[in-house]
């Protein structure tokens, strides 16, 4: 009871936040998994689509929870690991311009393209800048008016309303020296590519919190058609994750596959509609992008629409920017990582010649790659 | 890179579609340009990077909880059915 009037009588984020933590609800989770998972029919191949989810498995030792017949597949849904090297290498080329600055987010100036990552060419006198948020950029651009101010915006379909938000407001304040390289990436595309992979093990997703929060679940609803196999859309937290497993499993156990949100919170089924009407004023599909270690996947990526060409940095740097695809390091396993057919410790680089100070493949680059959280959290052989 | 924090809604400034929001004890400030729902000082938000996204039903919130806390006492109810494996 003790706990229960916590509950009511806090009024911080703080203990929110704790309470999804909390060792024993995570415990009483996997004890009610572990249970359920004797009834199961076959074993679980859950594909968590999101490496923020990654993270929180390893992180809390999630896995370790979980009964033999329940198997985690570290999906594609961490931007930093998909991006192709032929990207990097064009952000590379535009920021190593002497009157450009580069600005971007997260871990991506440490990824390595084949001509050094993004913090070799700061090292060597580019002007290049990591955002708390993409609105720093109009004080960037407003700031330094003699200089092209560039943003090198990644991310799924959580980041792209943001980027569409940005180029908004530099539309209204008439600011002239912002572009945008966008790779804006689709959560869908690669799922279908991982599930019509004939040995890919994957019969069950969690799907992202906060790309959801943004799409809505009505994107799976195509994917759960096709493939008849549970989905959840889950949050973030530990307790979150156990939840949405036990739901997972609960439903192969009843034999009622179905789409479903754990992550009611902030999920519904249309998502935020301001923020993809804002994403479809700015953007369309292109035709074709390389995912790292899954190669190319039509219609899986945004790209500025025609009548925004002035602000796009594919079209004003058009003639500095190397066009080619590069192939990925052969040693590297990520590809088969992200399909579900390898784990990272079945790769023969990790943790060798691959770590996350030198890391070879996507799934080692990013602190929400594969690789790296098994890694930090010290899954080795 | 996608994760989203809860913050409370402390101030909104109208005139520039912000809201100060407090996370963990730290304050900023974040757009609103993202918003359709109009929100109100004291509410329960979900930022990412400097963009309000939604905003988190605190209830709901707290009913979620309230199911994990049942959950538990459940499971002390059904303690001779749990594989003696997985007890901690």
């Not at chain 1, 024993?24 to 076959?42: M, Q």
């Not at chain 1, 961490?78 to 535009?94: F, G």
């Not at chain 1, 074709?288 to 500025?304: H, K, M, T, V």
């Amino acid at each position: 009871m003790k706990k229960n009037m916590s509950i009511h009588s806090t009024k911080n984020s703080a203990f929110l936040i704790n309470s999804f933590r909390d060792k024993n609800t995570i415990l009483a989770l996997a004890e009610k998994i572990v249970i359920e998972s004797k009834k199961l029919p076959h074993d679980l191949y859950m594909m968590e689509v999101c490496g923020g989810h990654t993270h929180t498995l390893m992180k809390y030792g999630l896995t370790k929870l979980l009964p033999k017949n329940i198997h985690c597949i570290h999906g594609p849904g961490c931007p930093v690991c998909i991006m192709p090297k032929n990207r990097i290498n064009q952000a590379y080329e535009i920021a190593m311009q002497k009157d450009v600055i580069l600005l971007t987010l997260g871990d991506m100036l440490k990824v390595p393209g084949s001509k050094g990552s993004l913090q070799h060419a700061r090292s060597l006198g580019a002007e290049i800048g990591f955002l708390y948020s993409p609105l720093q950029a109009i004080e960037v651009a407003q700031k330094n008016p003699n200089k092209k101010v560039v943003y090198f915006a990644i991310g799924f379909e959580t980041t792209t309303p943001m980027t569409a938000a940005l180029l908004q407001k530099a539309i209204e304040l008439k600011i002239n020296n912002l572009f945008f390289h966008i790779n804006h990436v689709l959560v869908p595309p690669p799922l279908y590519t991982i599930l019509d992979s004939k040995d890919t093990k994957v019969n069950s997703l969690i799907a992202p919190s906060h790309v959801s929060v943004i799409t809505g679940s009505k994107i799976y609803e195509p994917i759960f058609e096709k493939y008849q196999i549970p989905i959840v859309v889950s949050g973030f937290e530990p307790v979150d994750m156990m939840q949405s497993i036990l739901m997972l499993v609960q439903q192969v156990v009843n034999n009622t596959p179905k789409l479903e949100i754990q992550y009611s919170r902030v999920v519904n089924t249309n998502g935020n509609l301001k923020a993809q009407k804002l994403v479809k004023t700015f953007m369309e599909t292109r035709e074709e992008f390389q995912w790292r270690g899954l190669g190319n996947i039509p219609y899986s990526a945004l790209r500025l629409k025609k009548e925004f060409a002035k602000y796009d940095a594919e079209i004003i740097f058009d003639s500095i920017l190397s066009k080619e695809n590069i192939q990925d390091n052969r040693a590297c396993r990520c590809g088969d990582i992200l399909r579900g057919i390898a784990k990272p410790l079945d790769c023969k680089v990790f943790g060798k010649s691959c770590t996350p100070q030198n890391p070879l493949g996507s799934c080692m680059v990013s602190s929400e790659g594969a690789c790296a959280a098994y890694y930090k959290y010290g899954y080795t052989n | 890179m996608c994760l989203a924090i809860p913050s409370q809604v402390i101030s909104i400034d109208k005139s520039k579609n912000t809201a100060t929001v407090e996370t963990l004890g730290v304050q900023r400030e974040a757009s609103l340009d993202l918003m359709q729902d109009e929100i109100k000082i004291g509410e329960y938000v979900l930022l990412h990077i400097g963009y309000i996204m939604s905003k988190i039903d605190k209830e709901d919130a707290l009913e979620s909880l309230k199911l994990y806390q049942q959950m538990i006492e459940n499971m002390e109810d059904e303690e001779e059915y749990v594989d003696p494996l997985y007890k901690k």
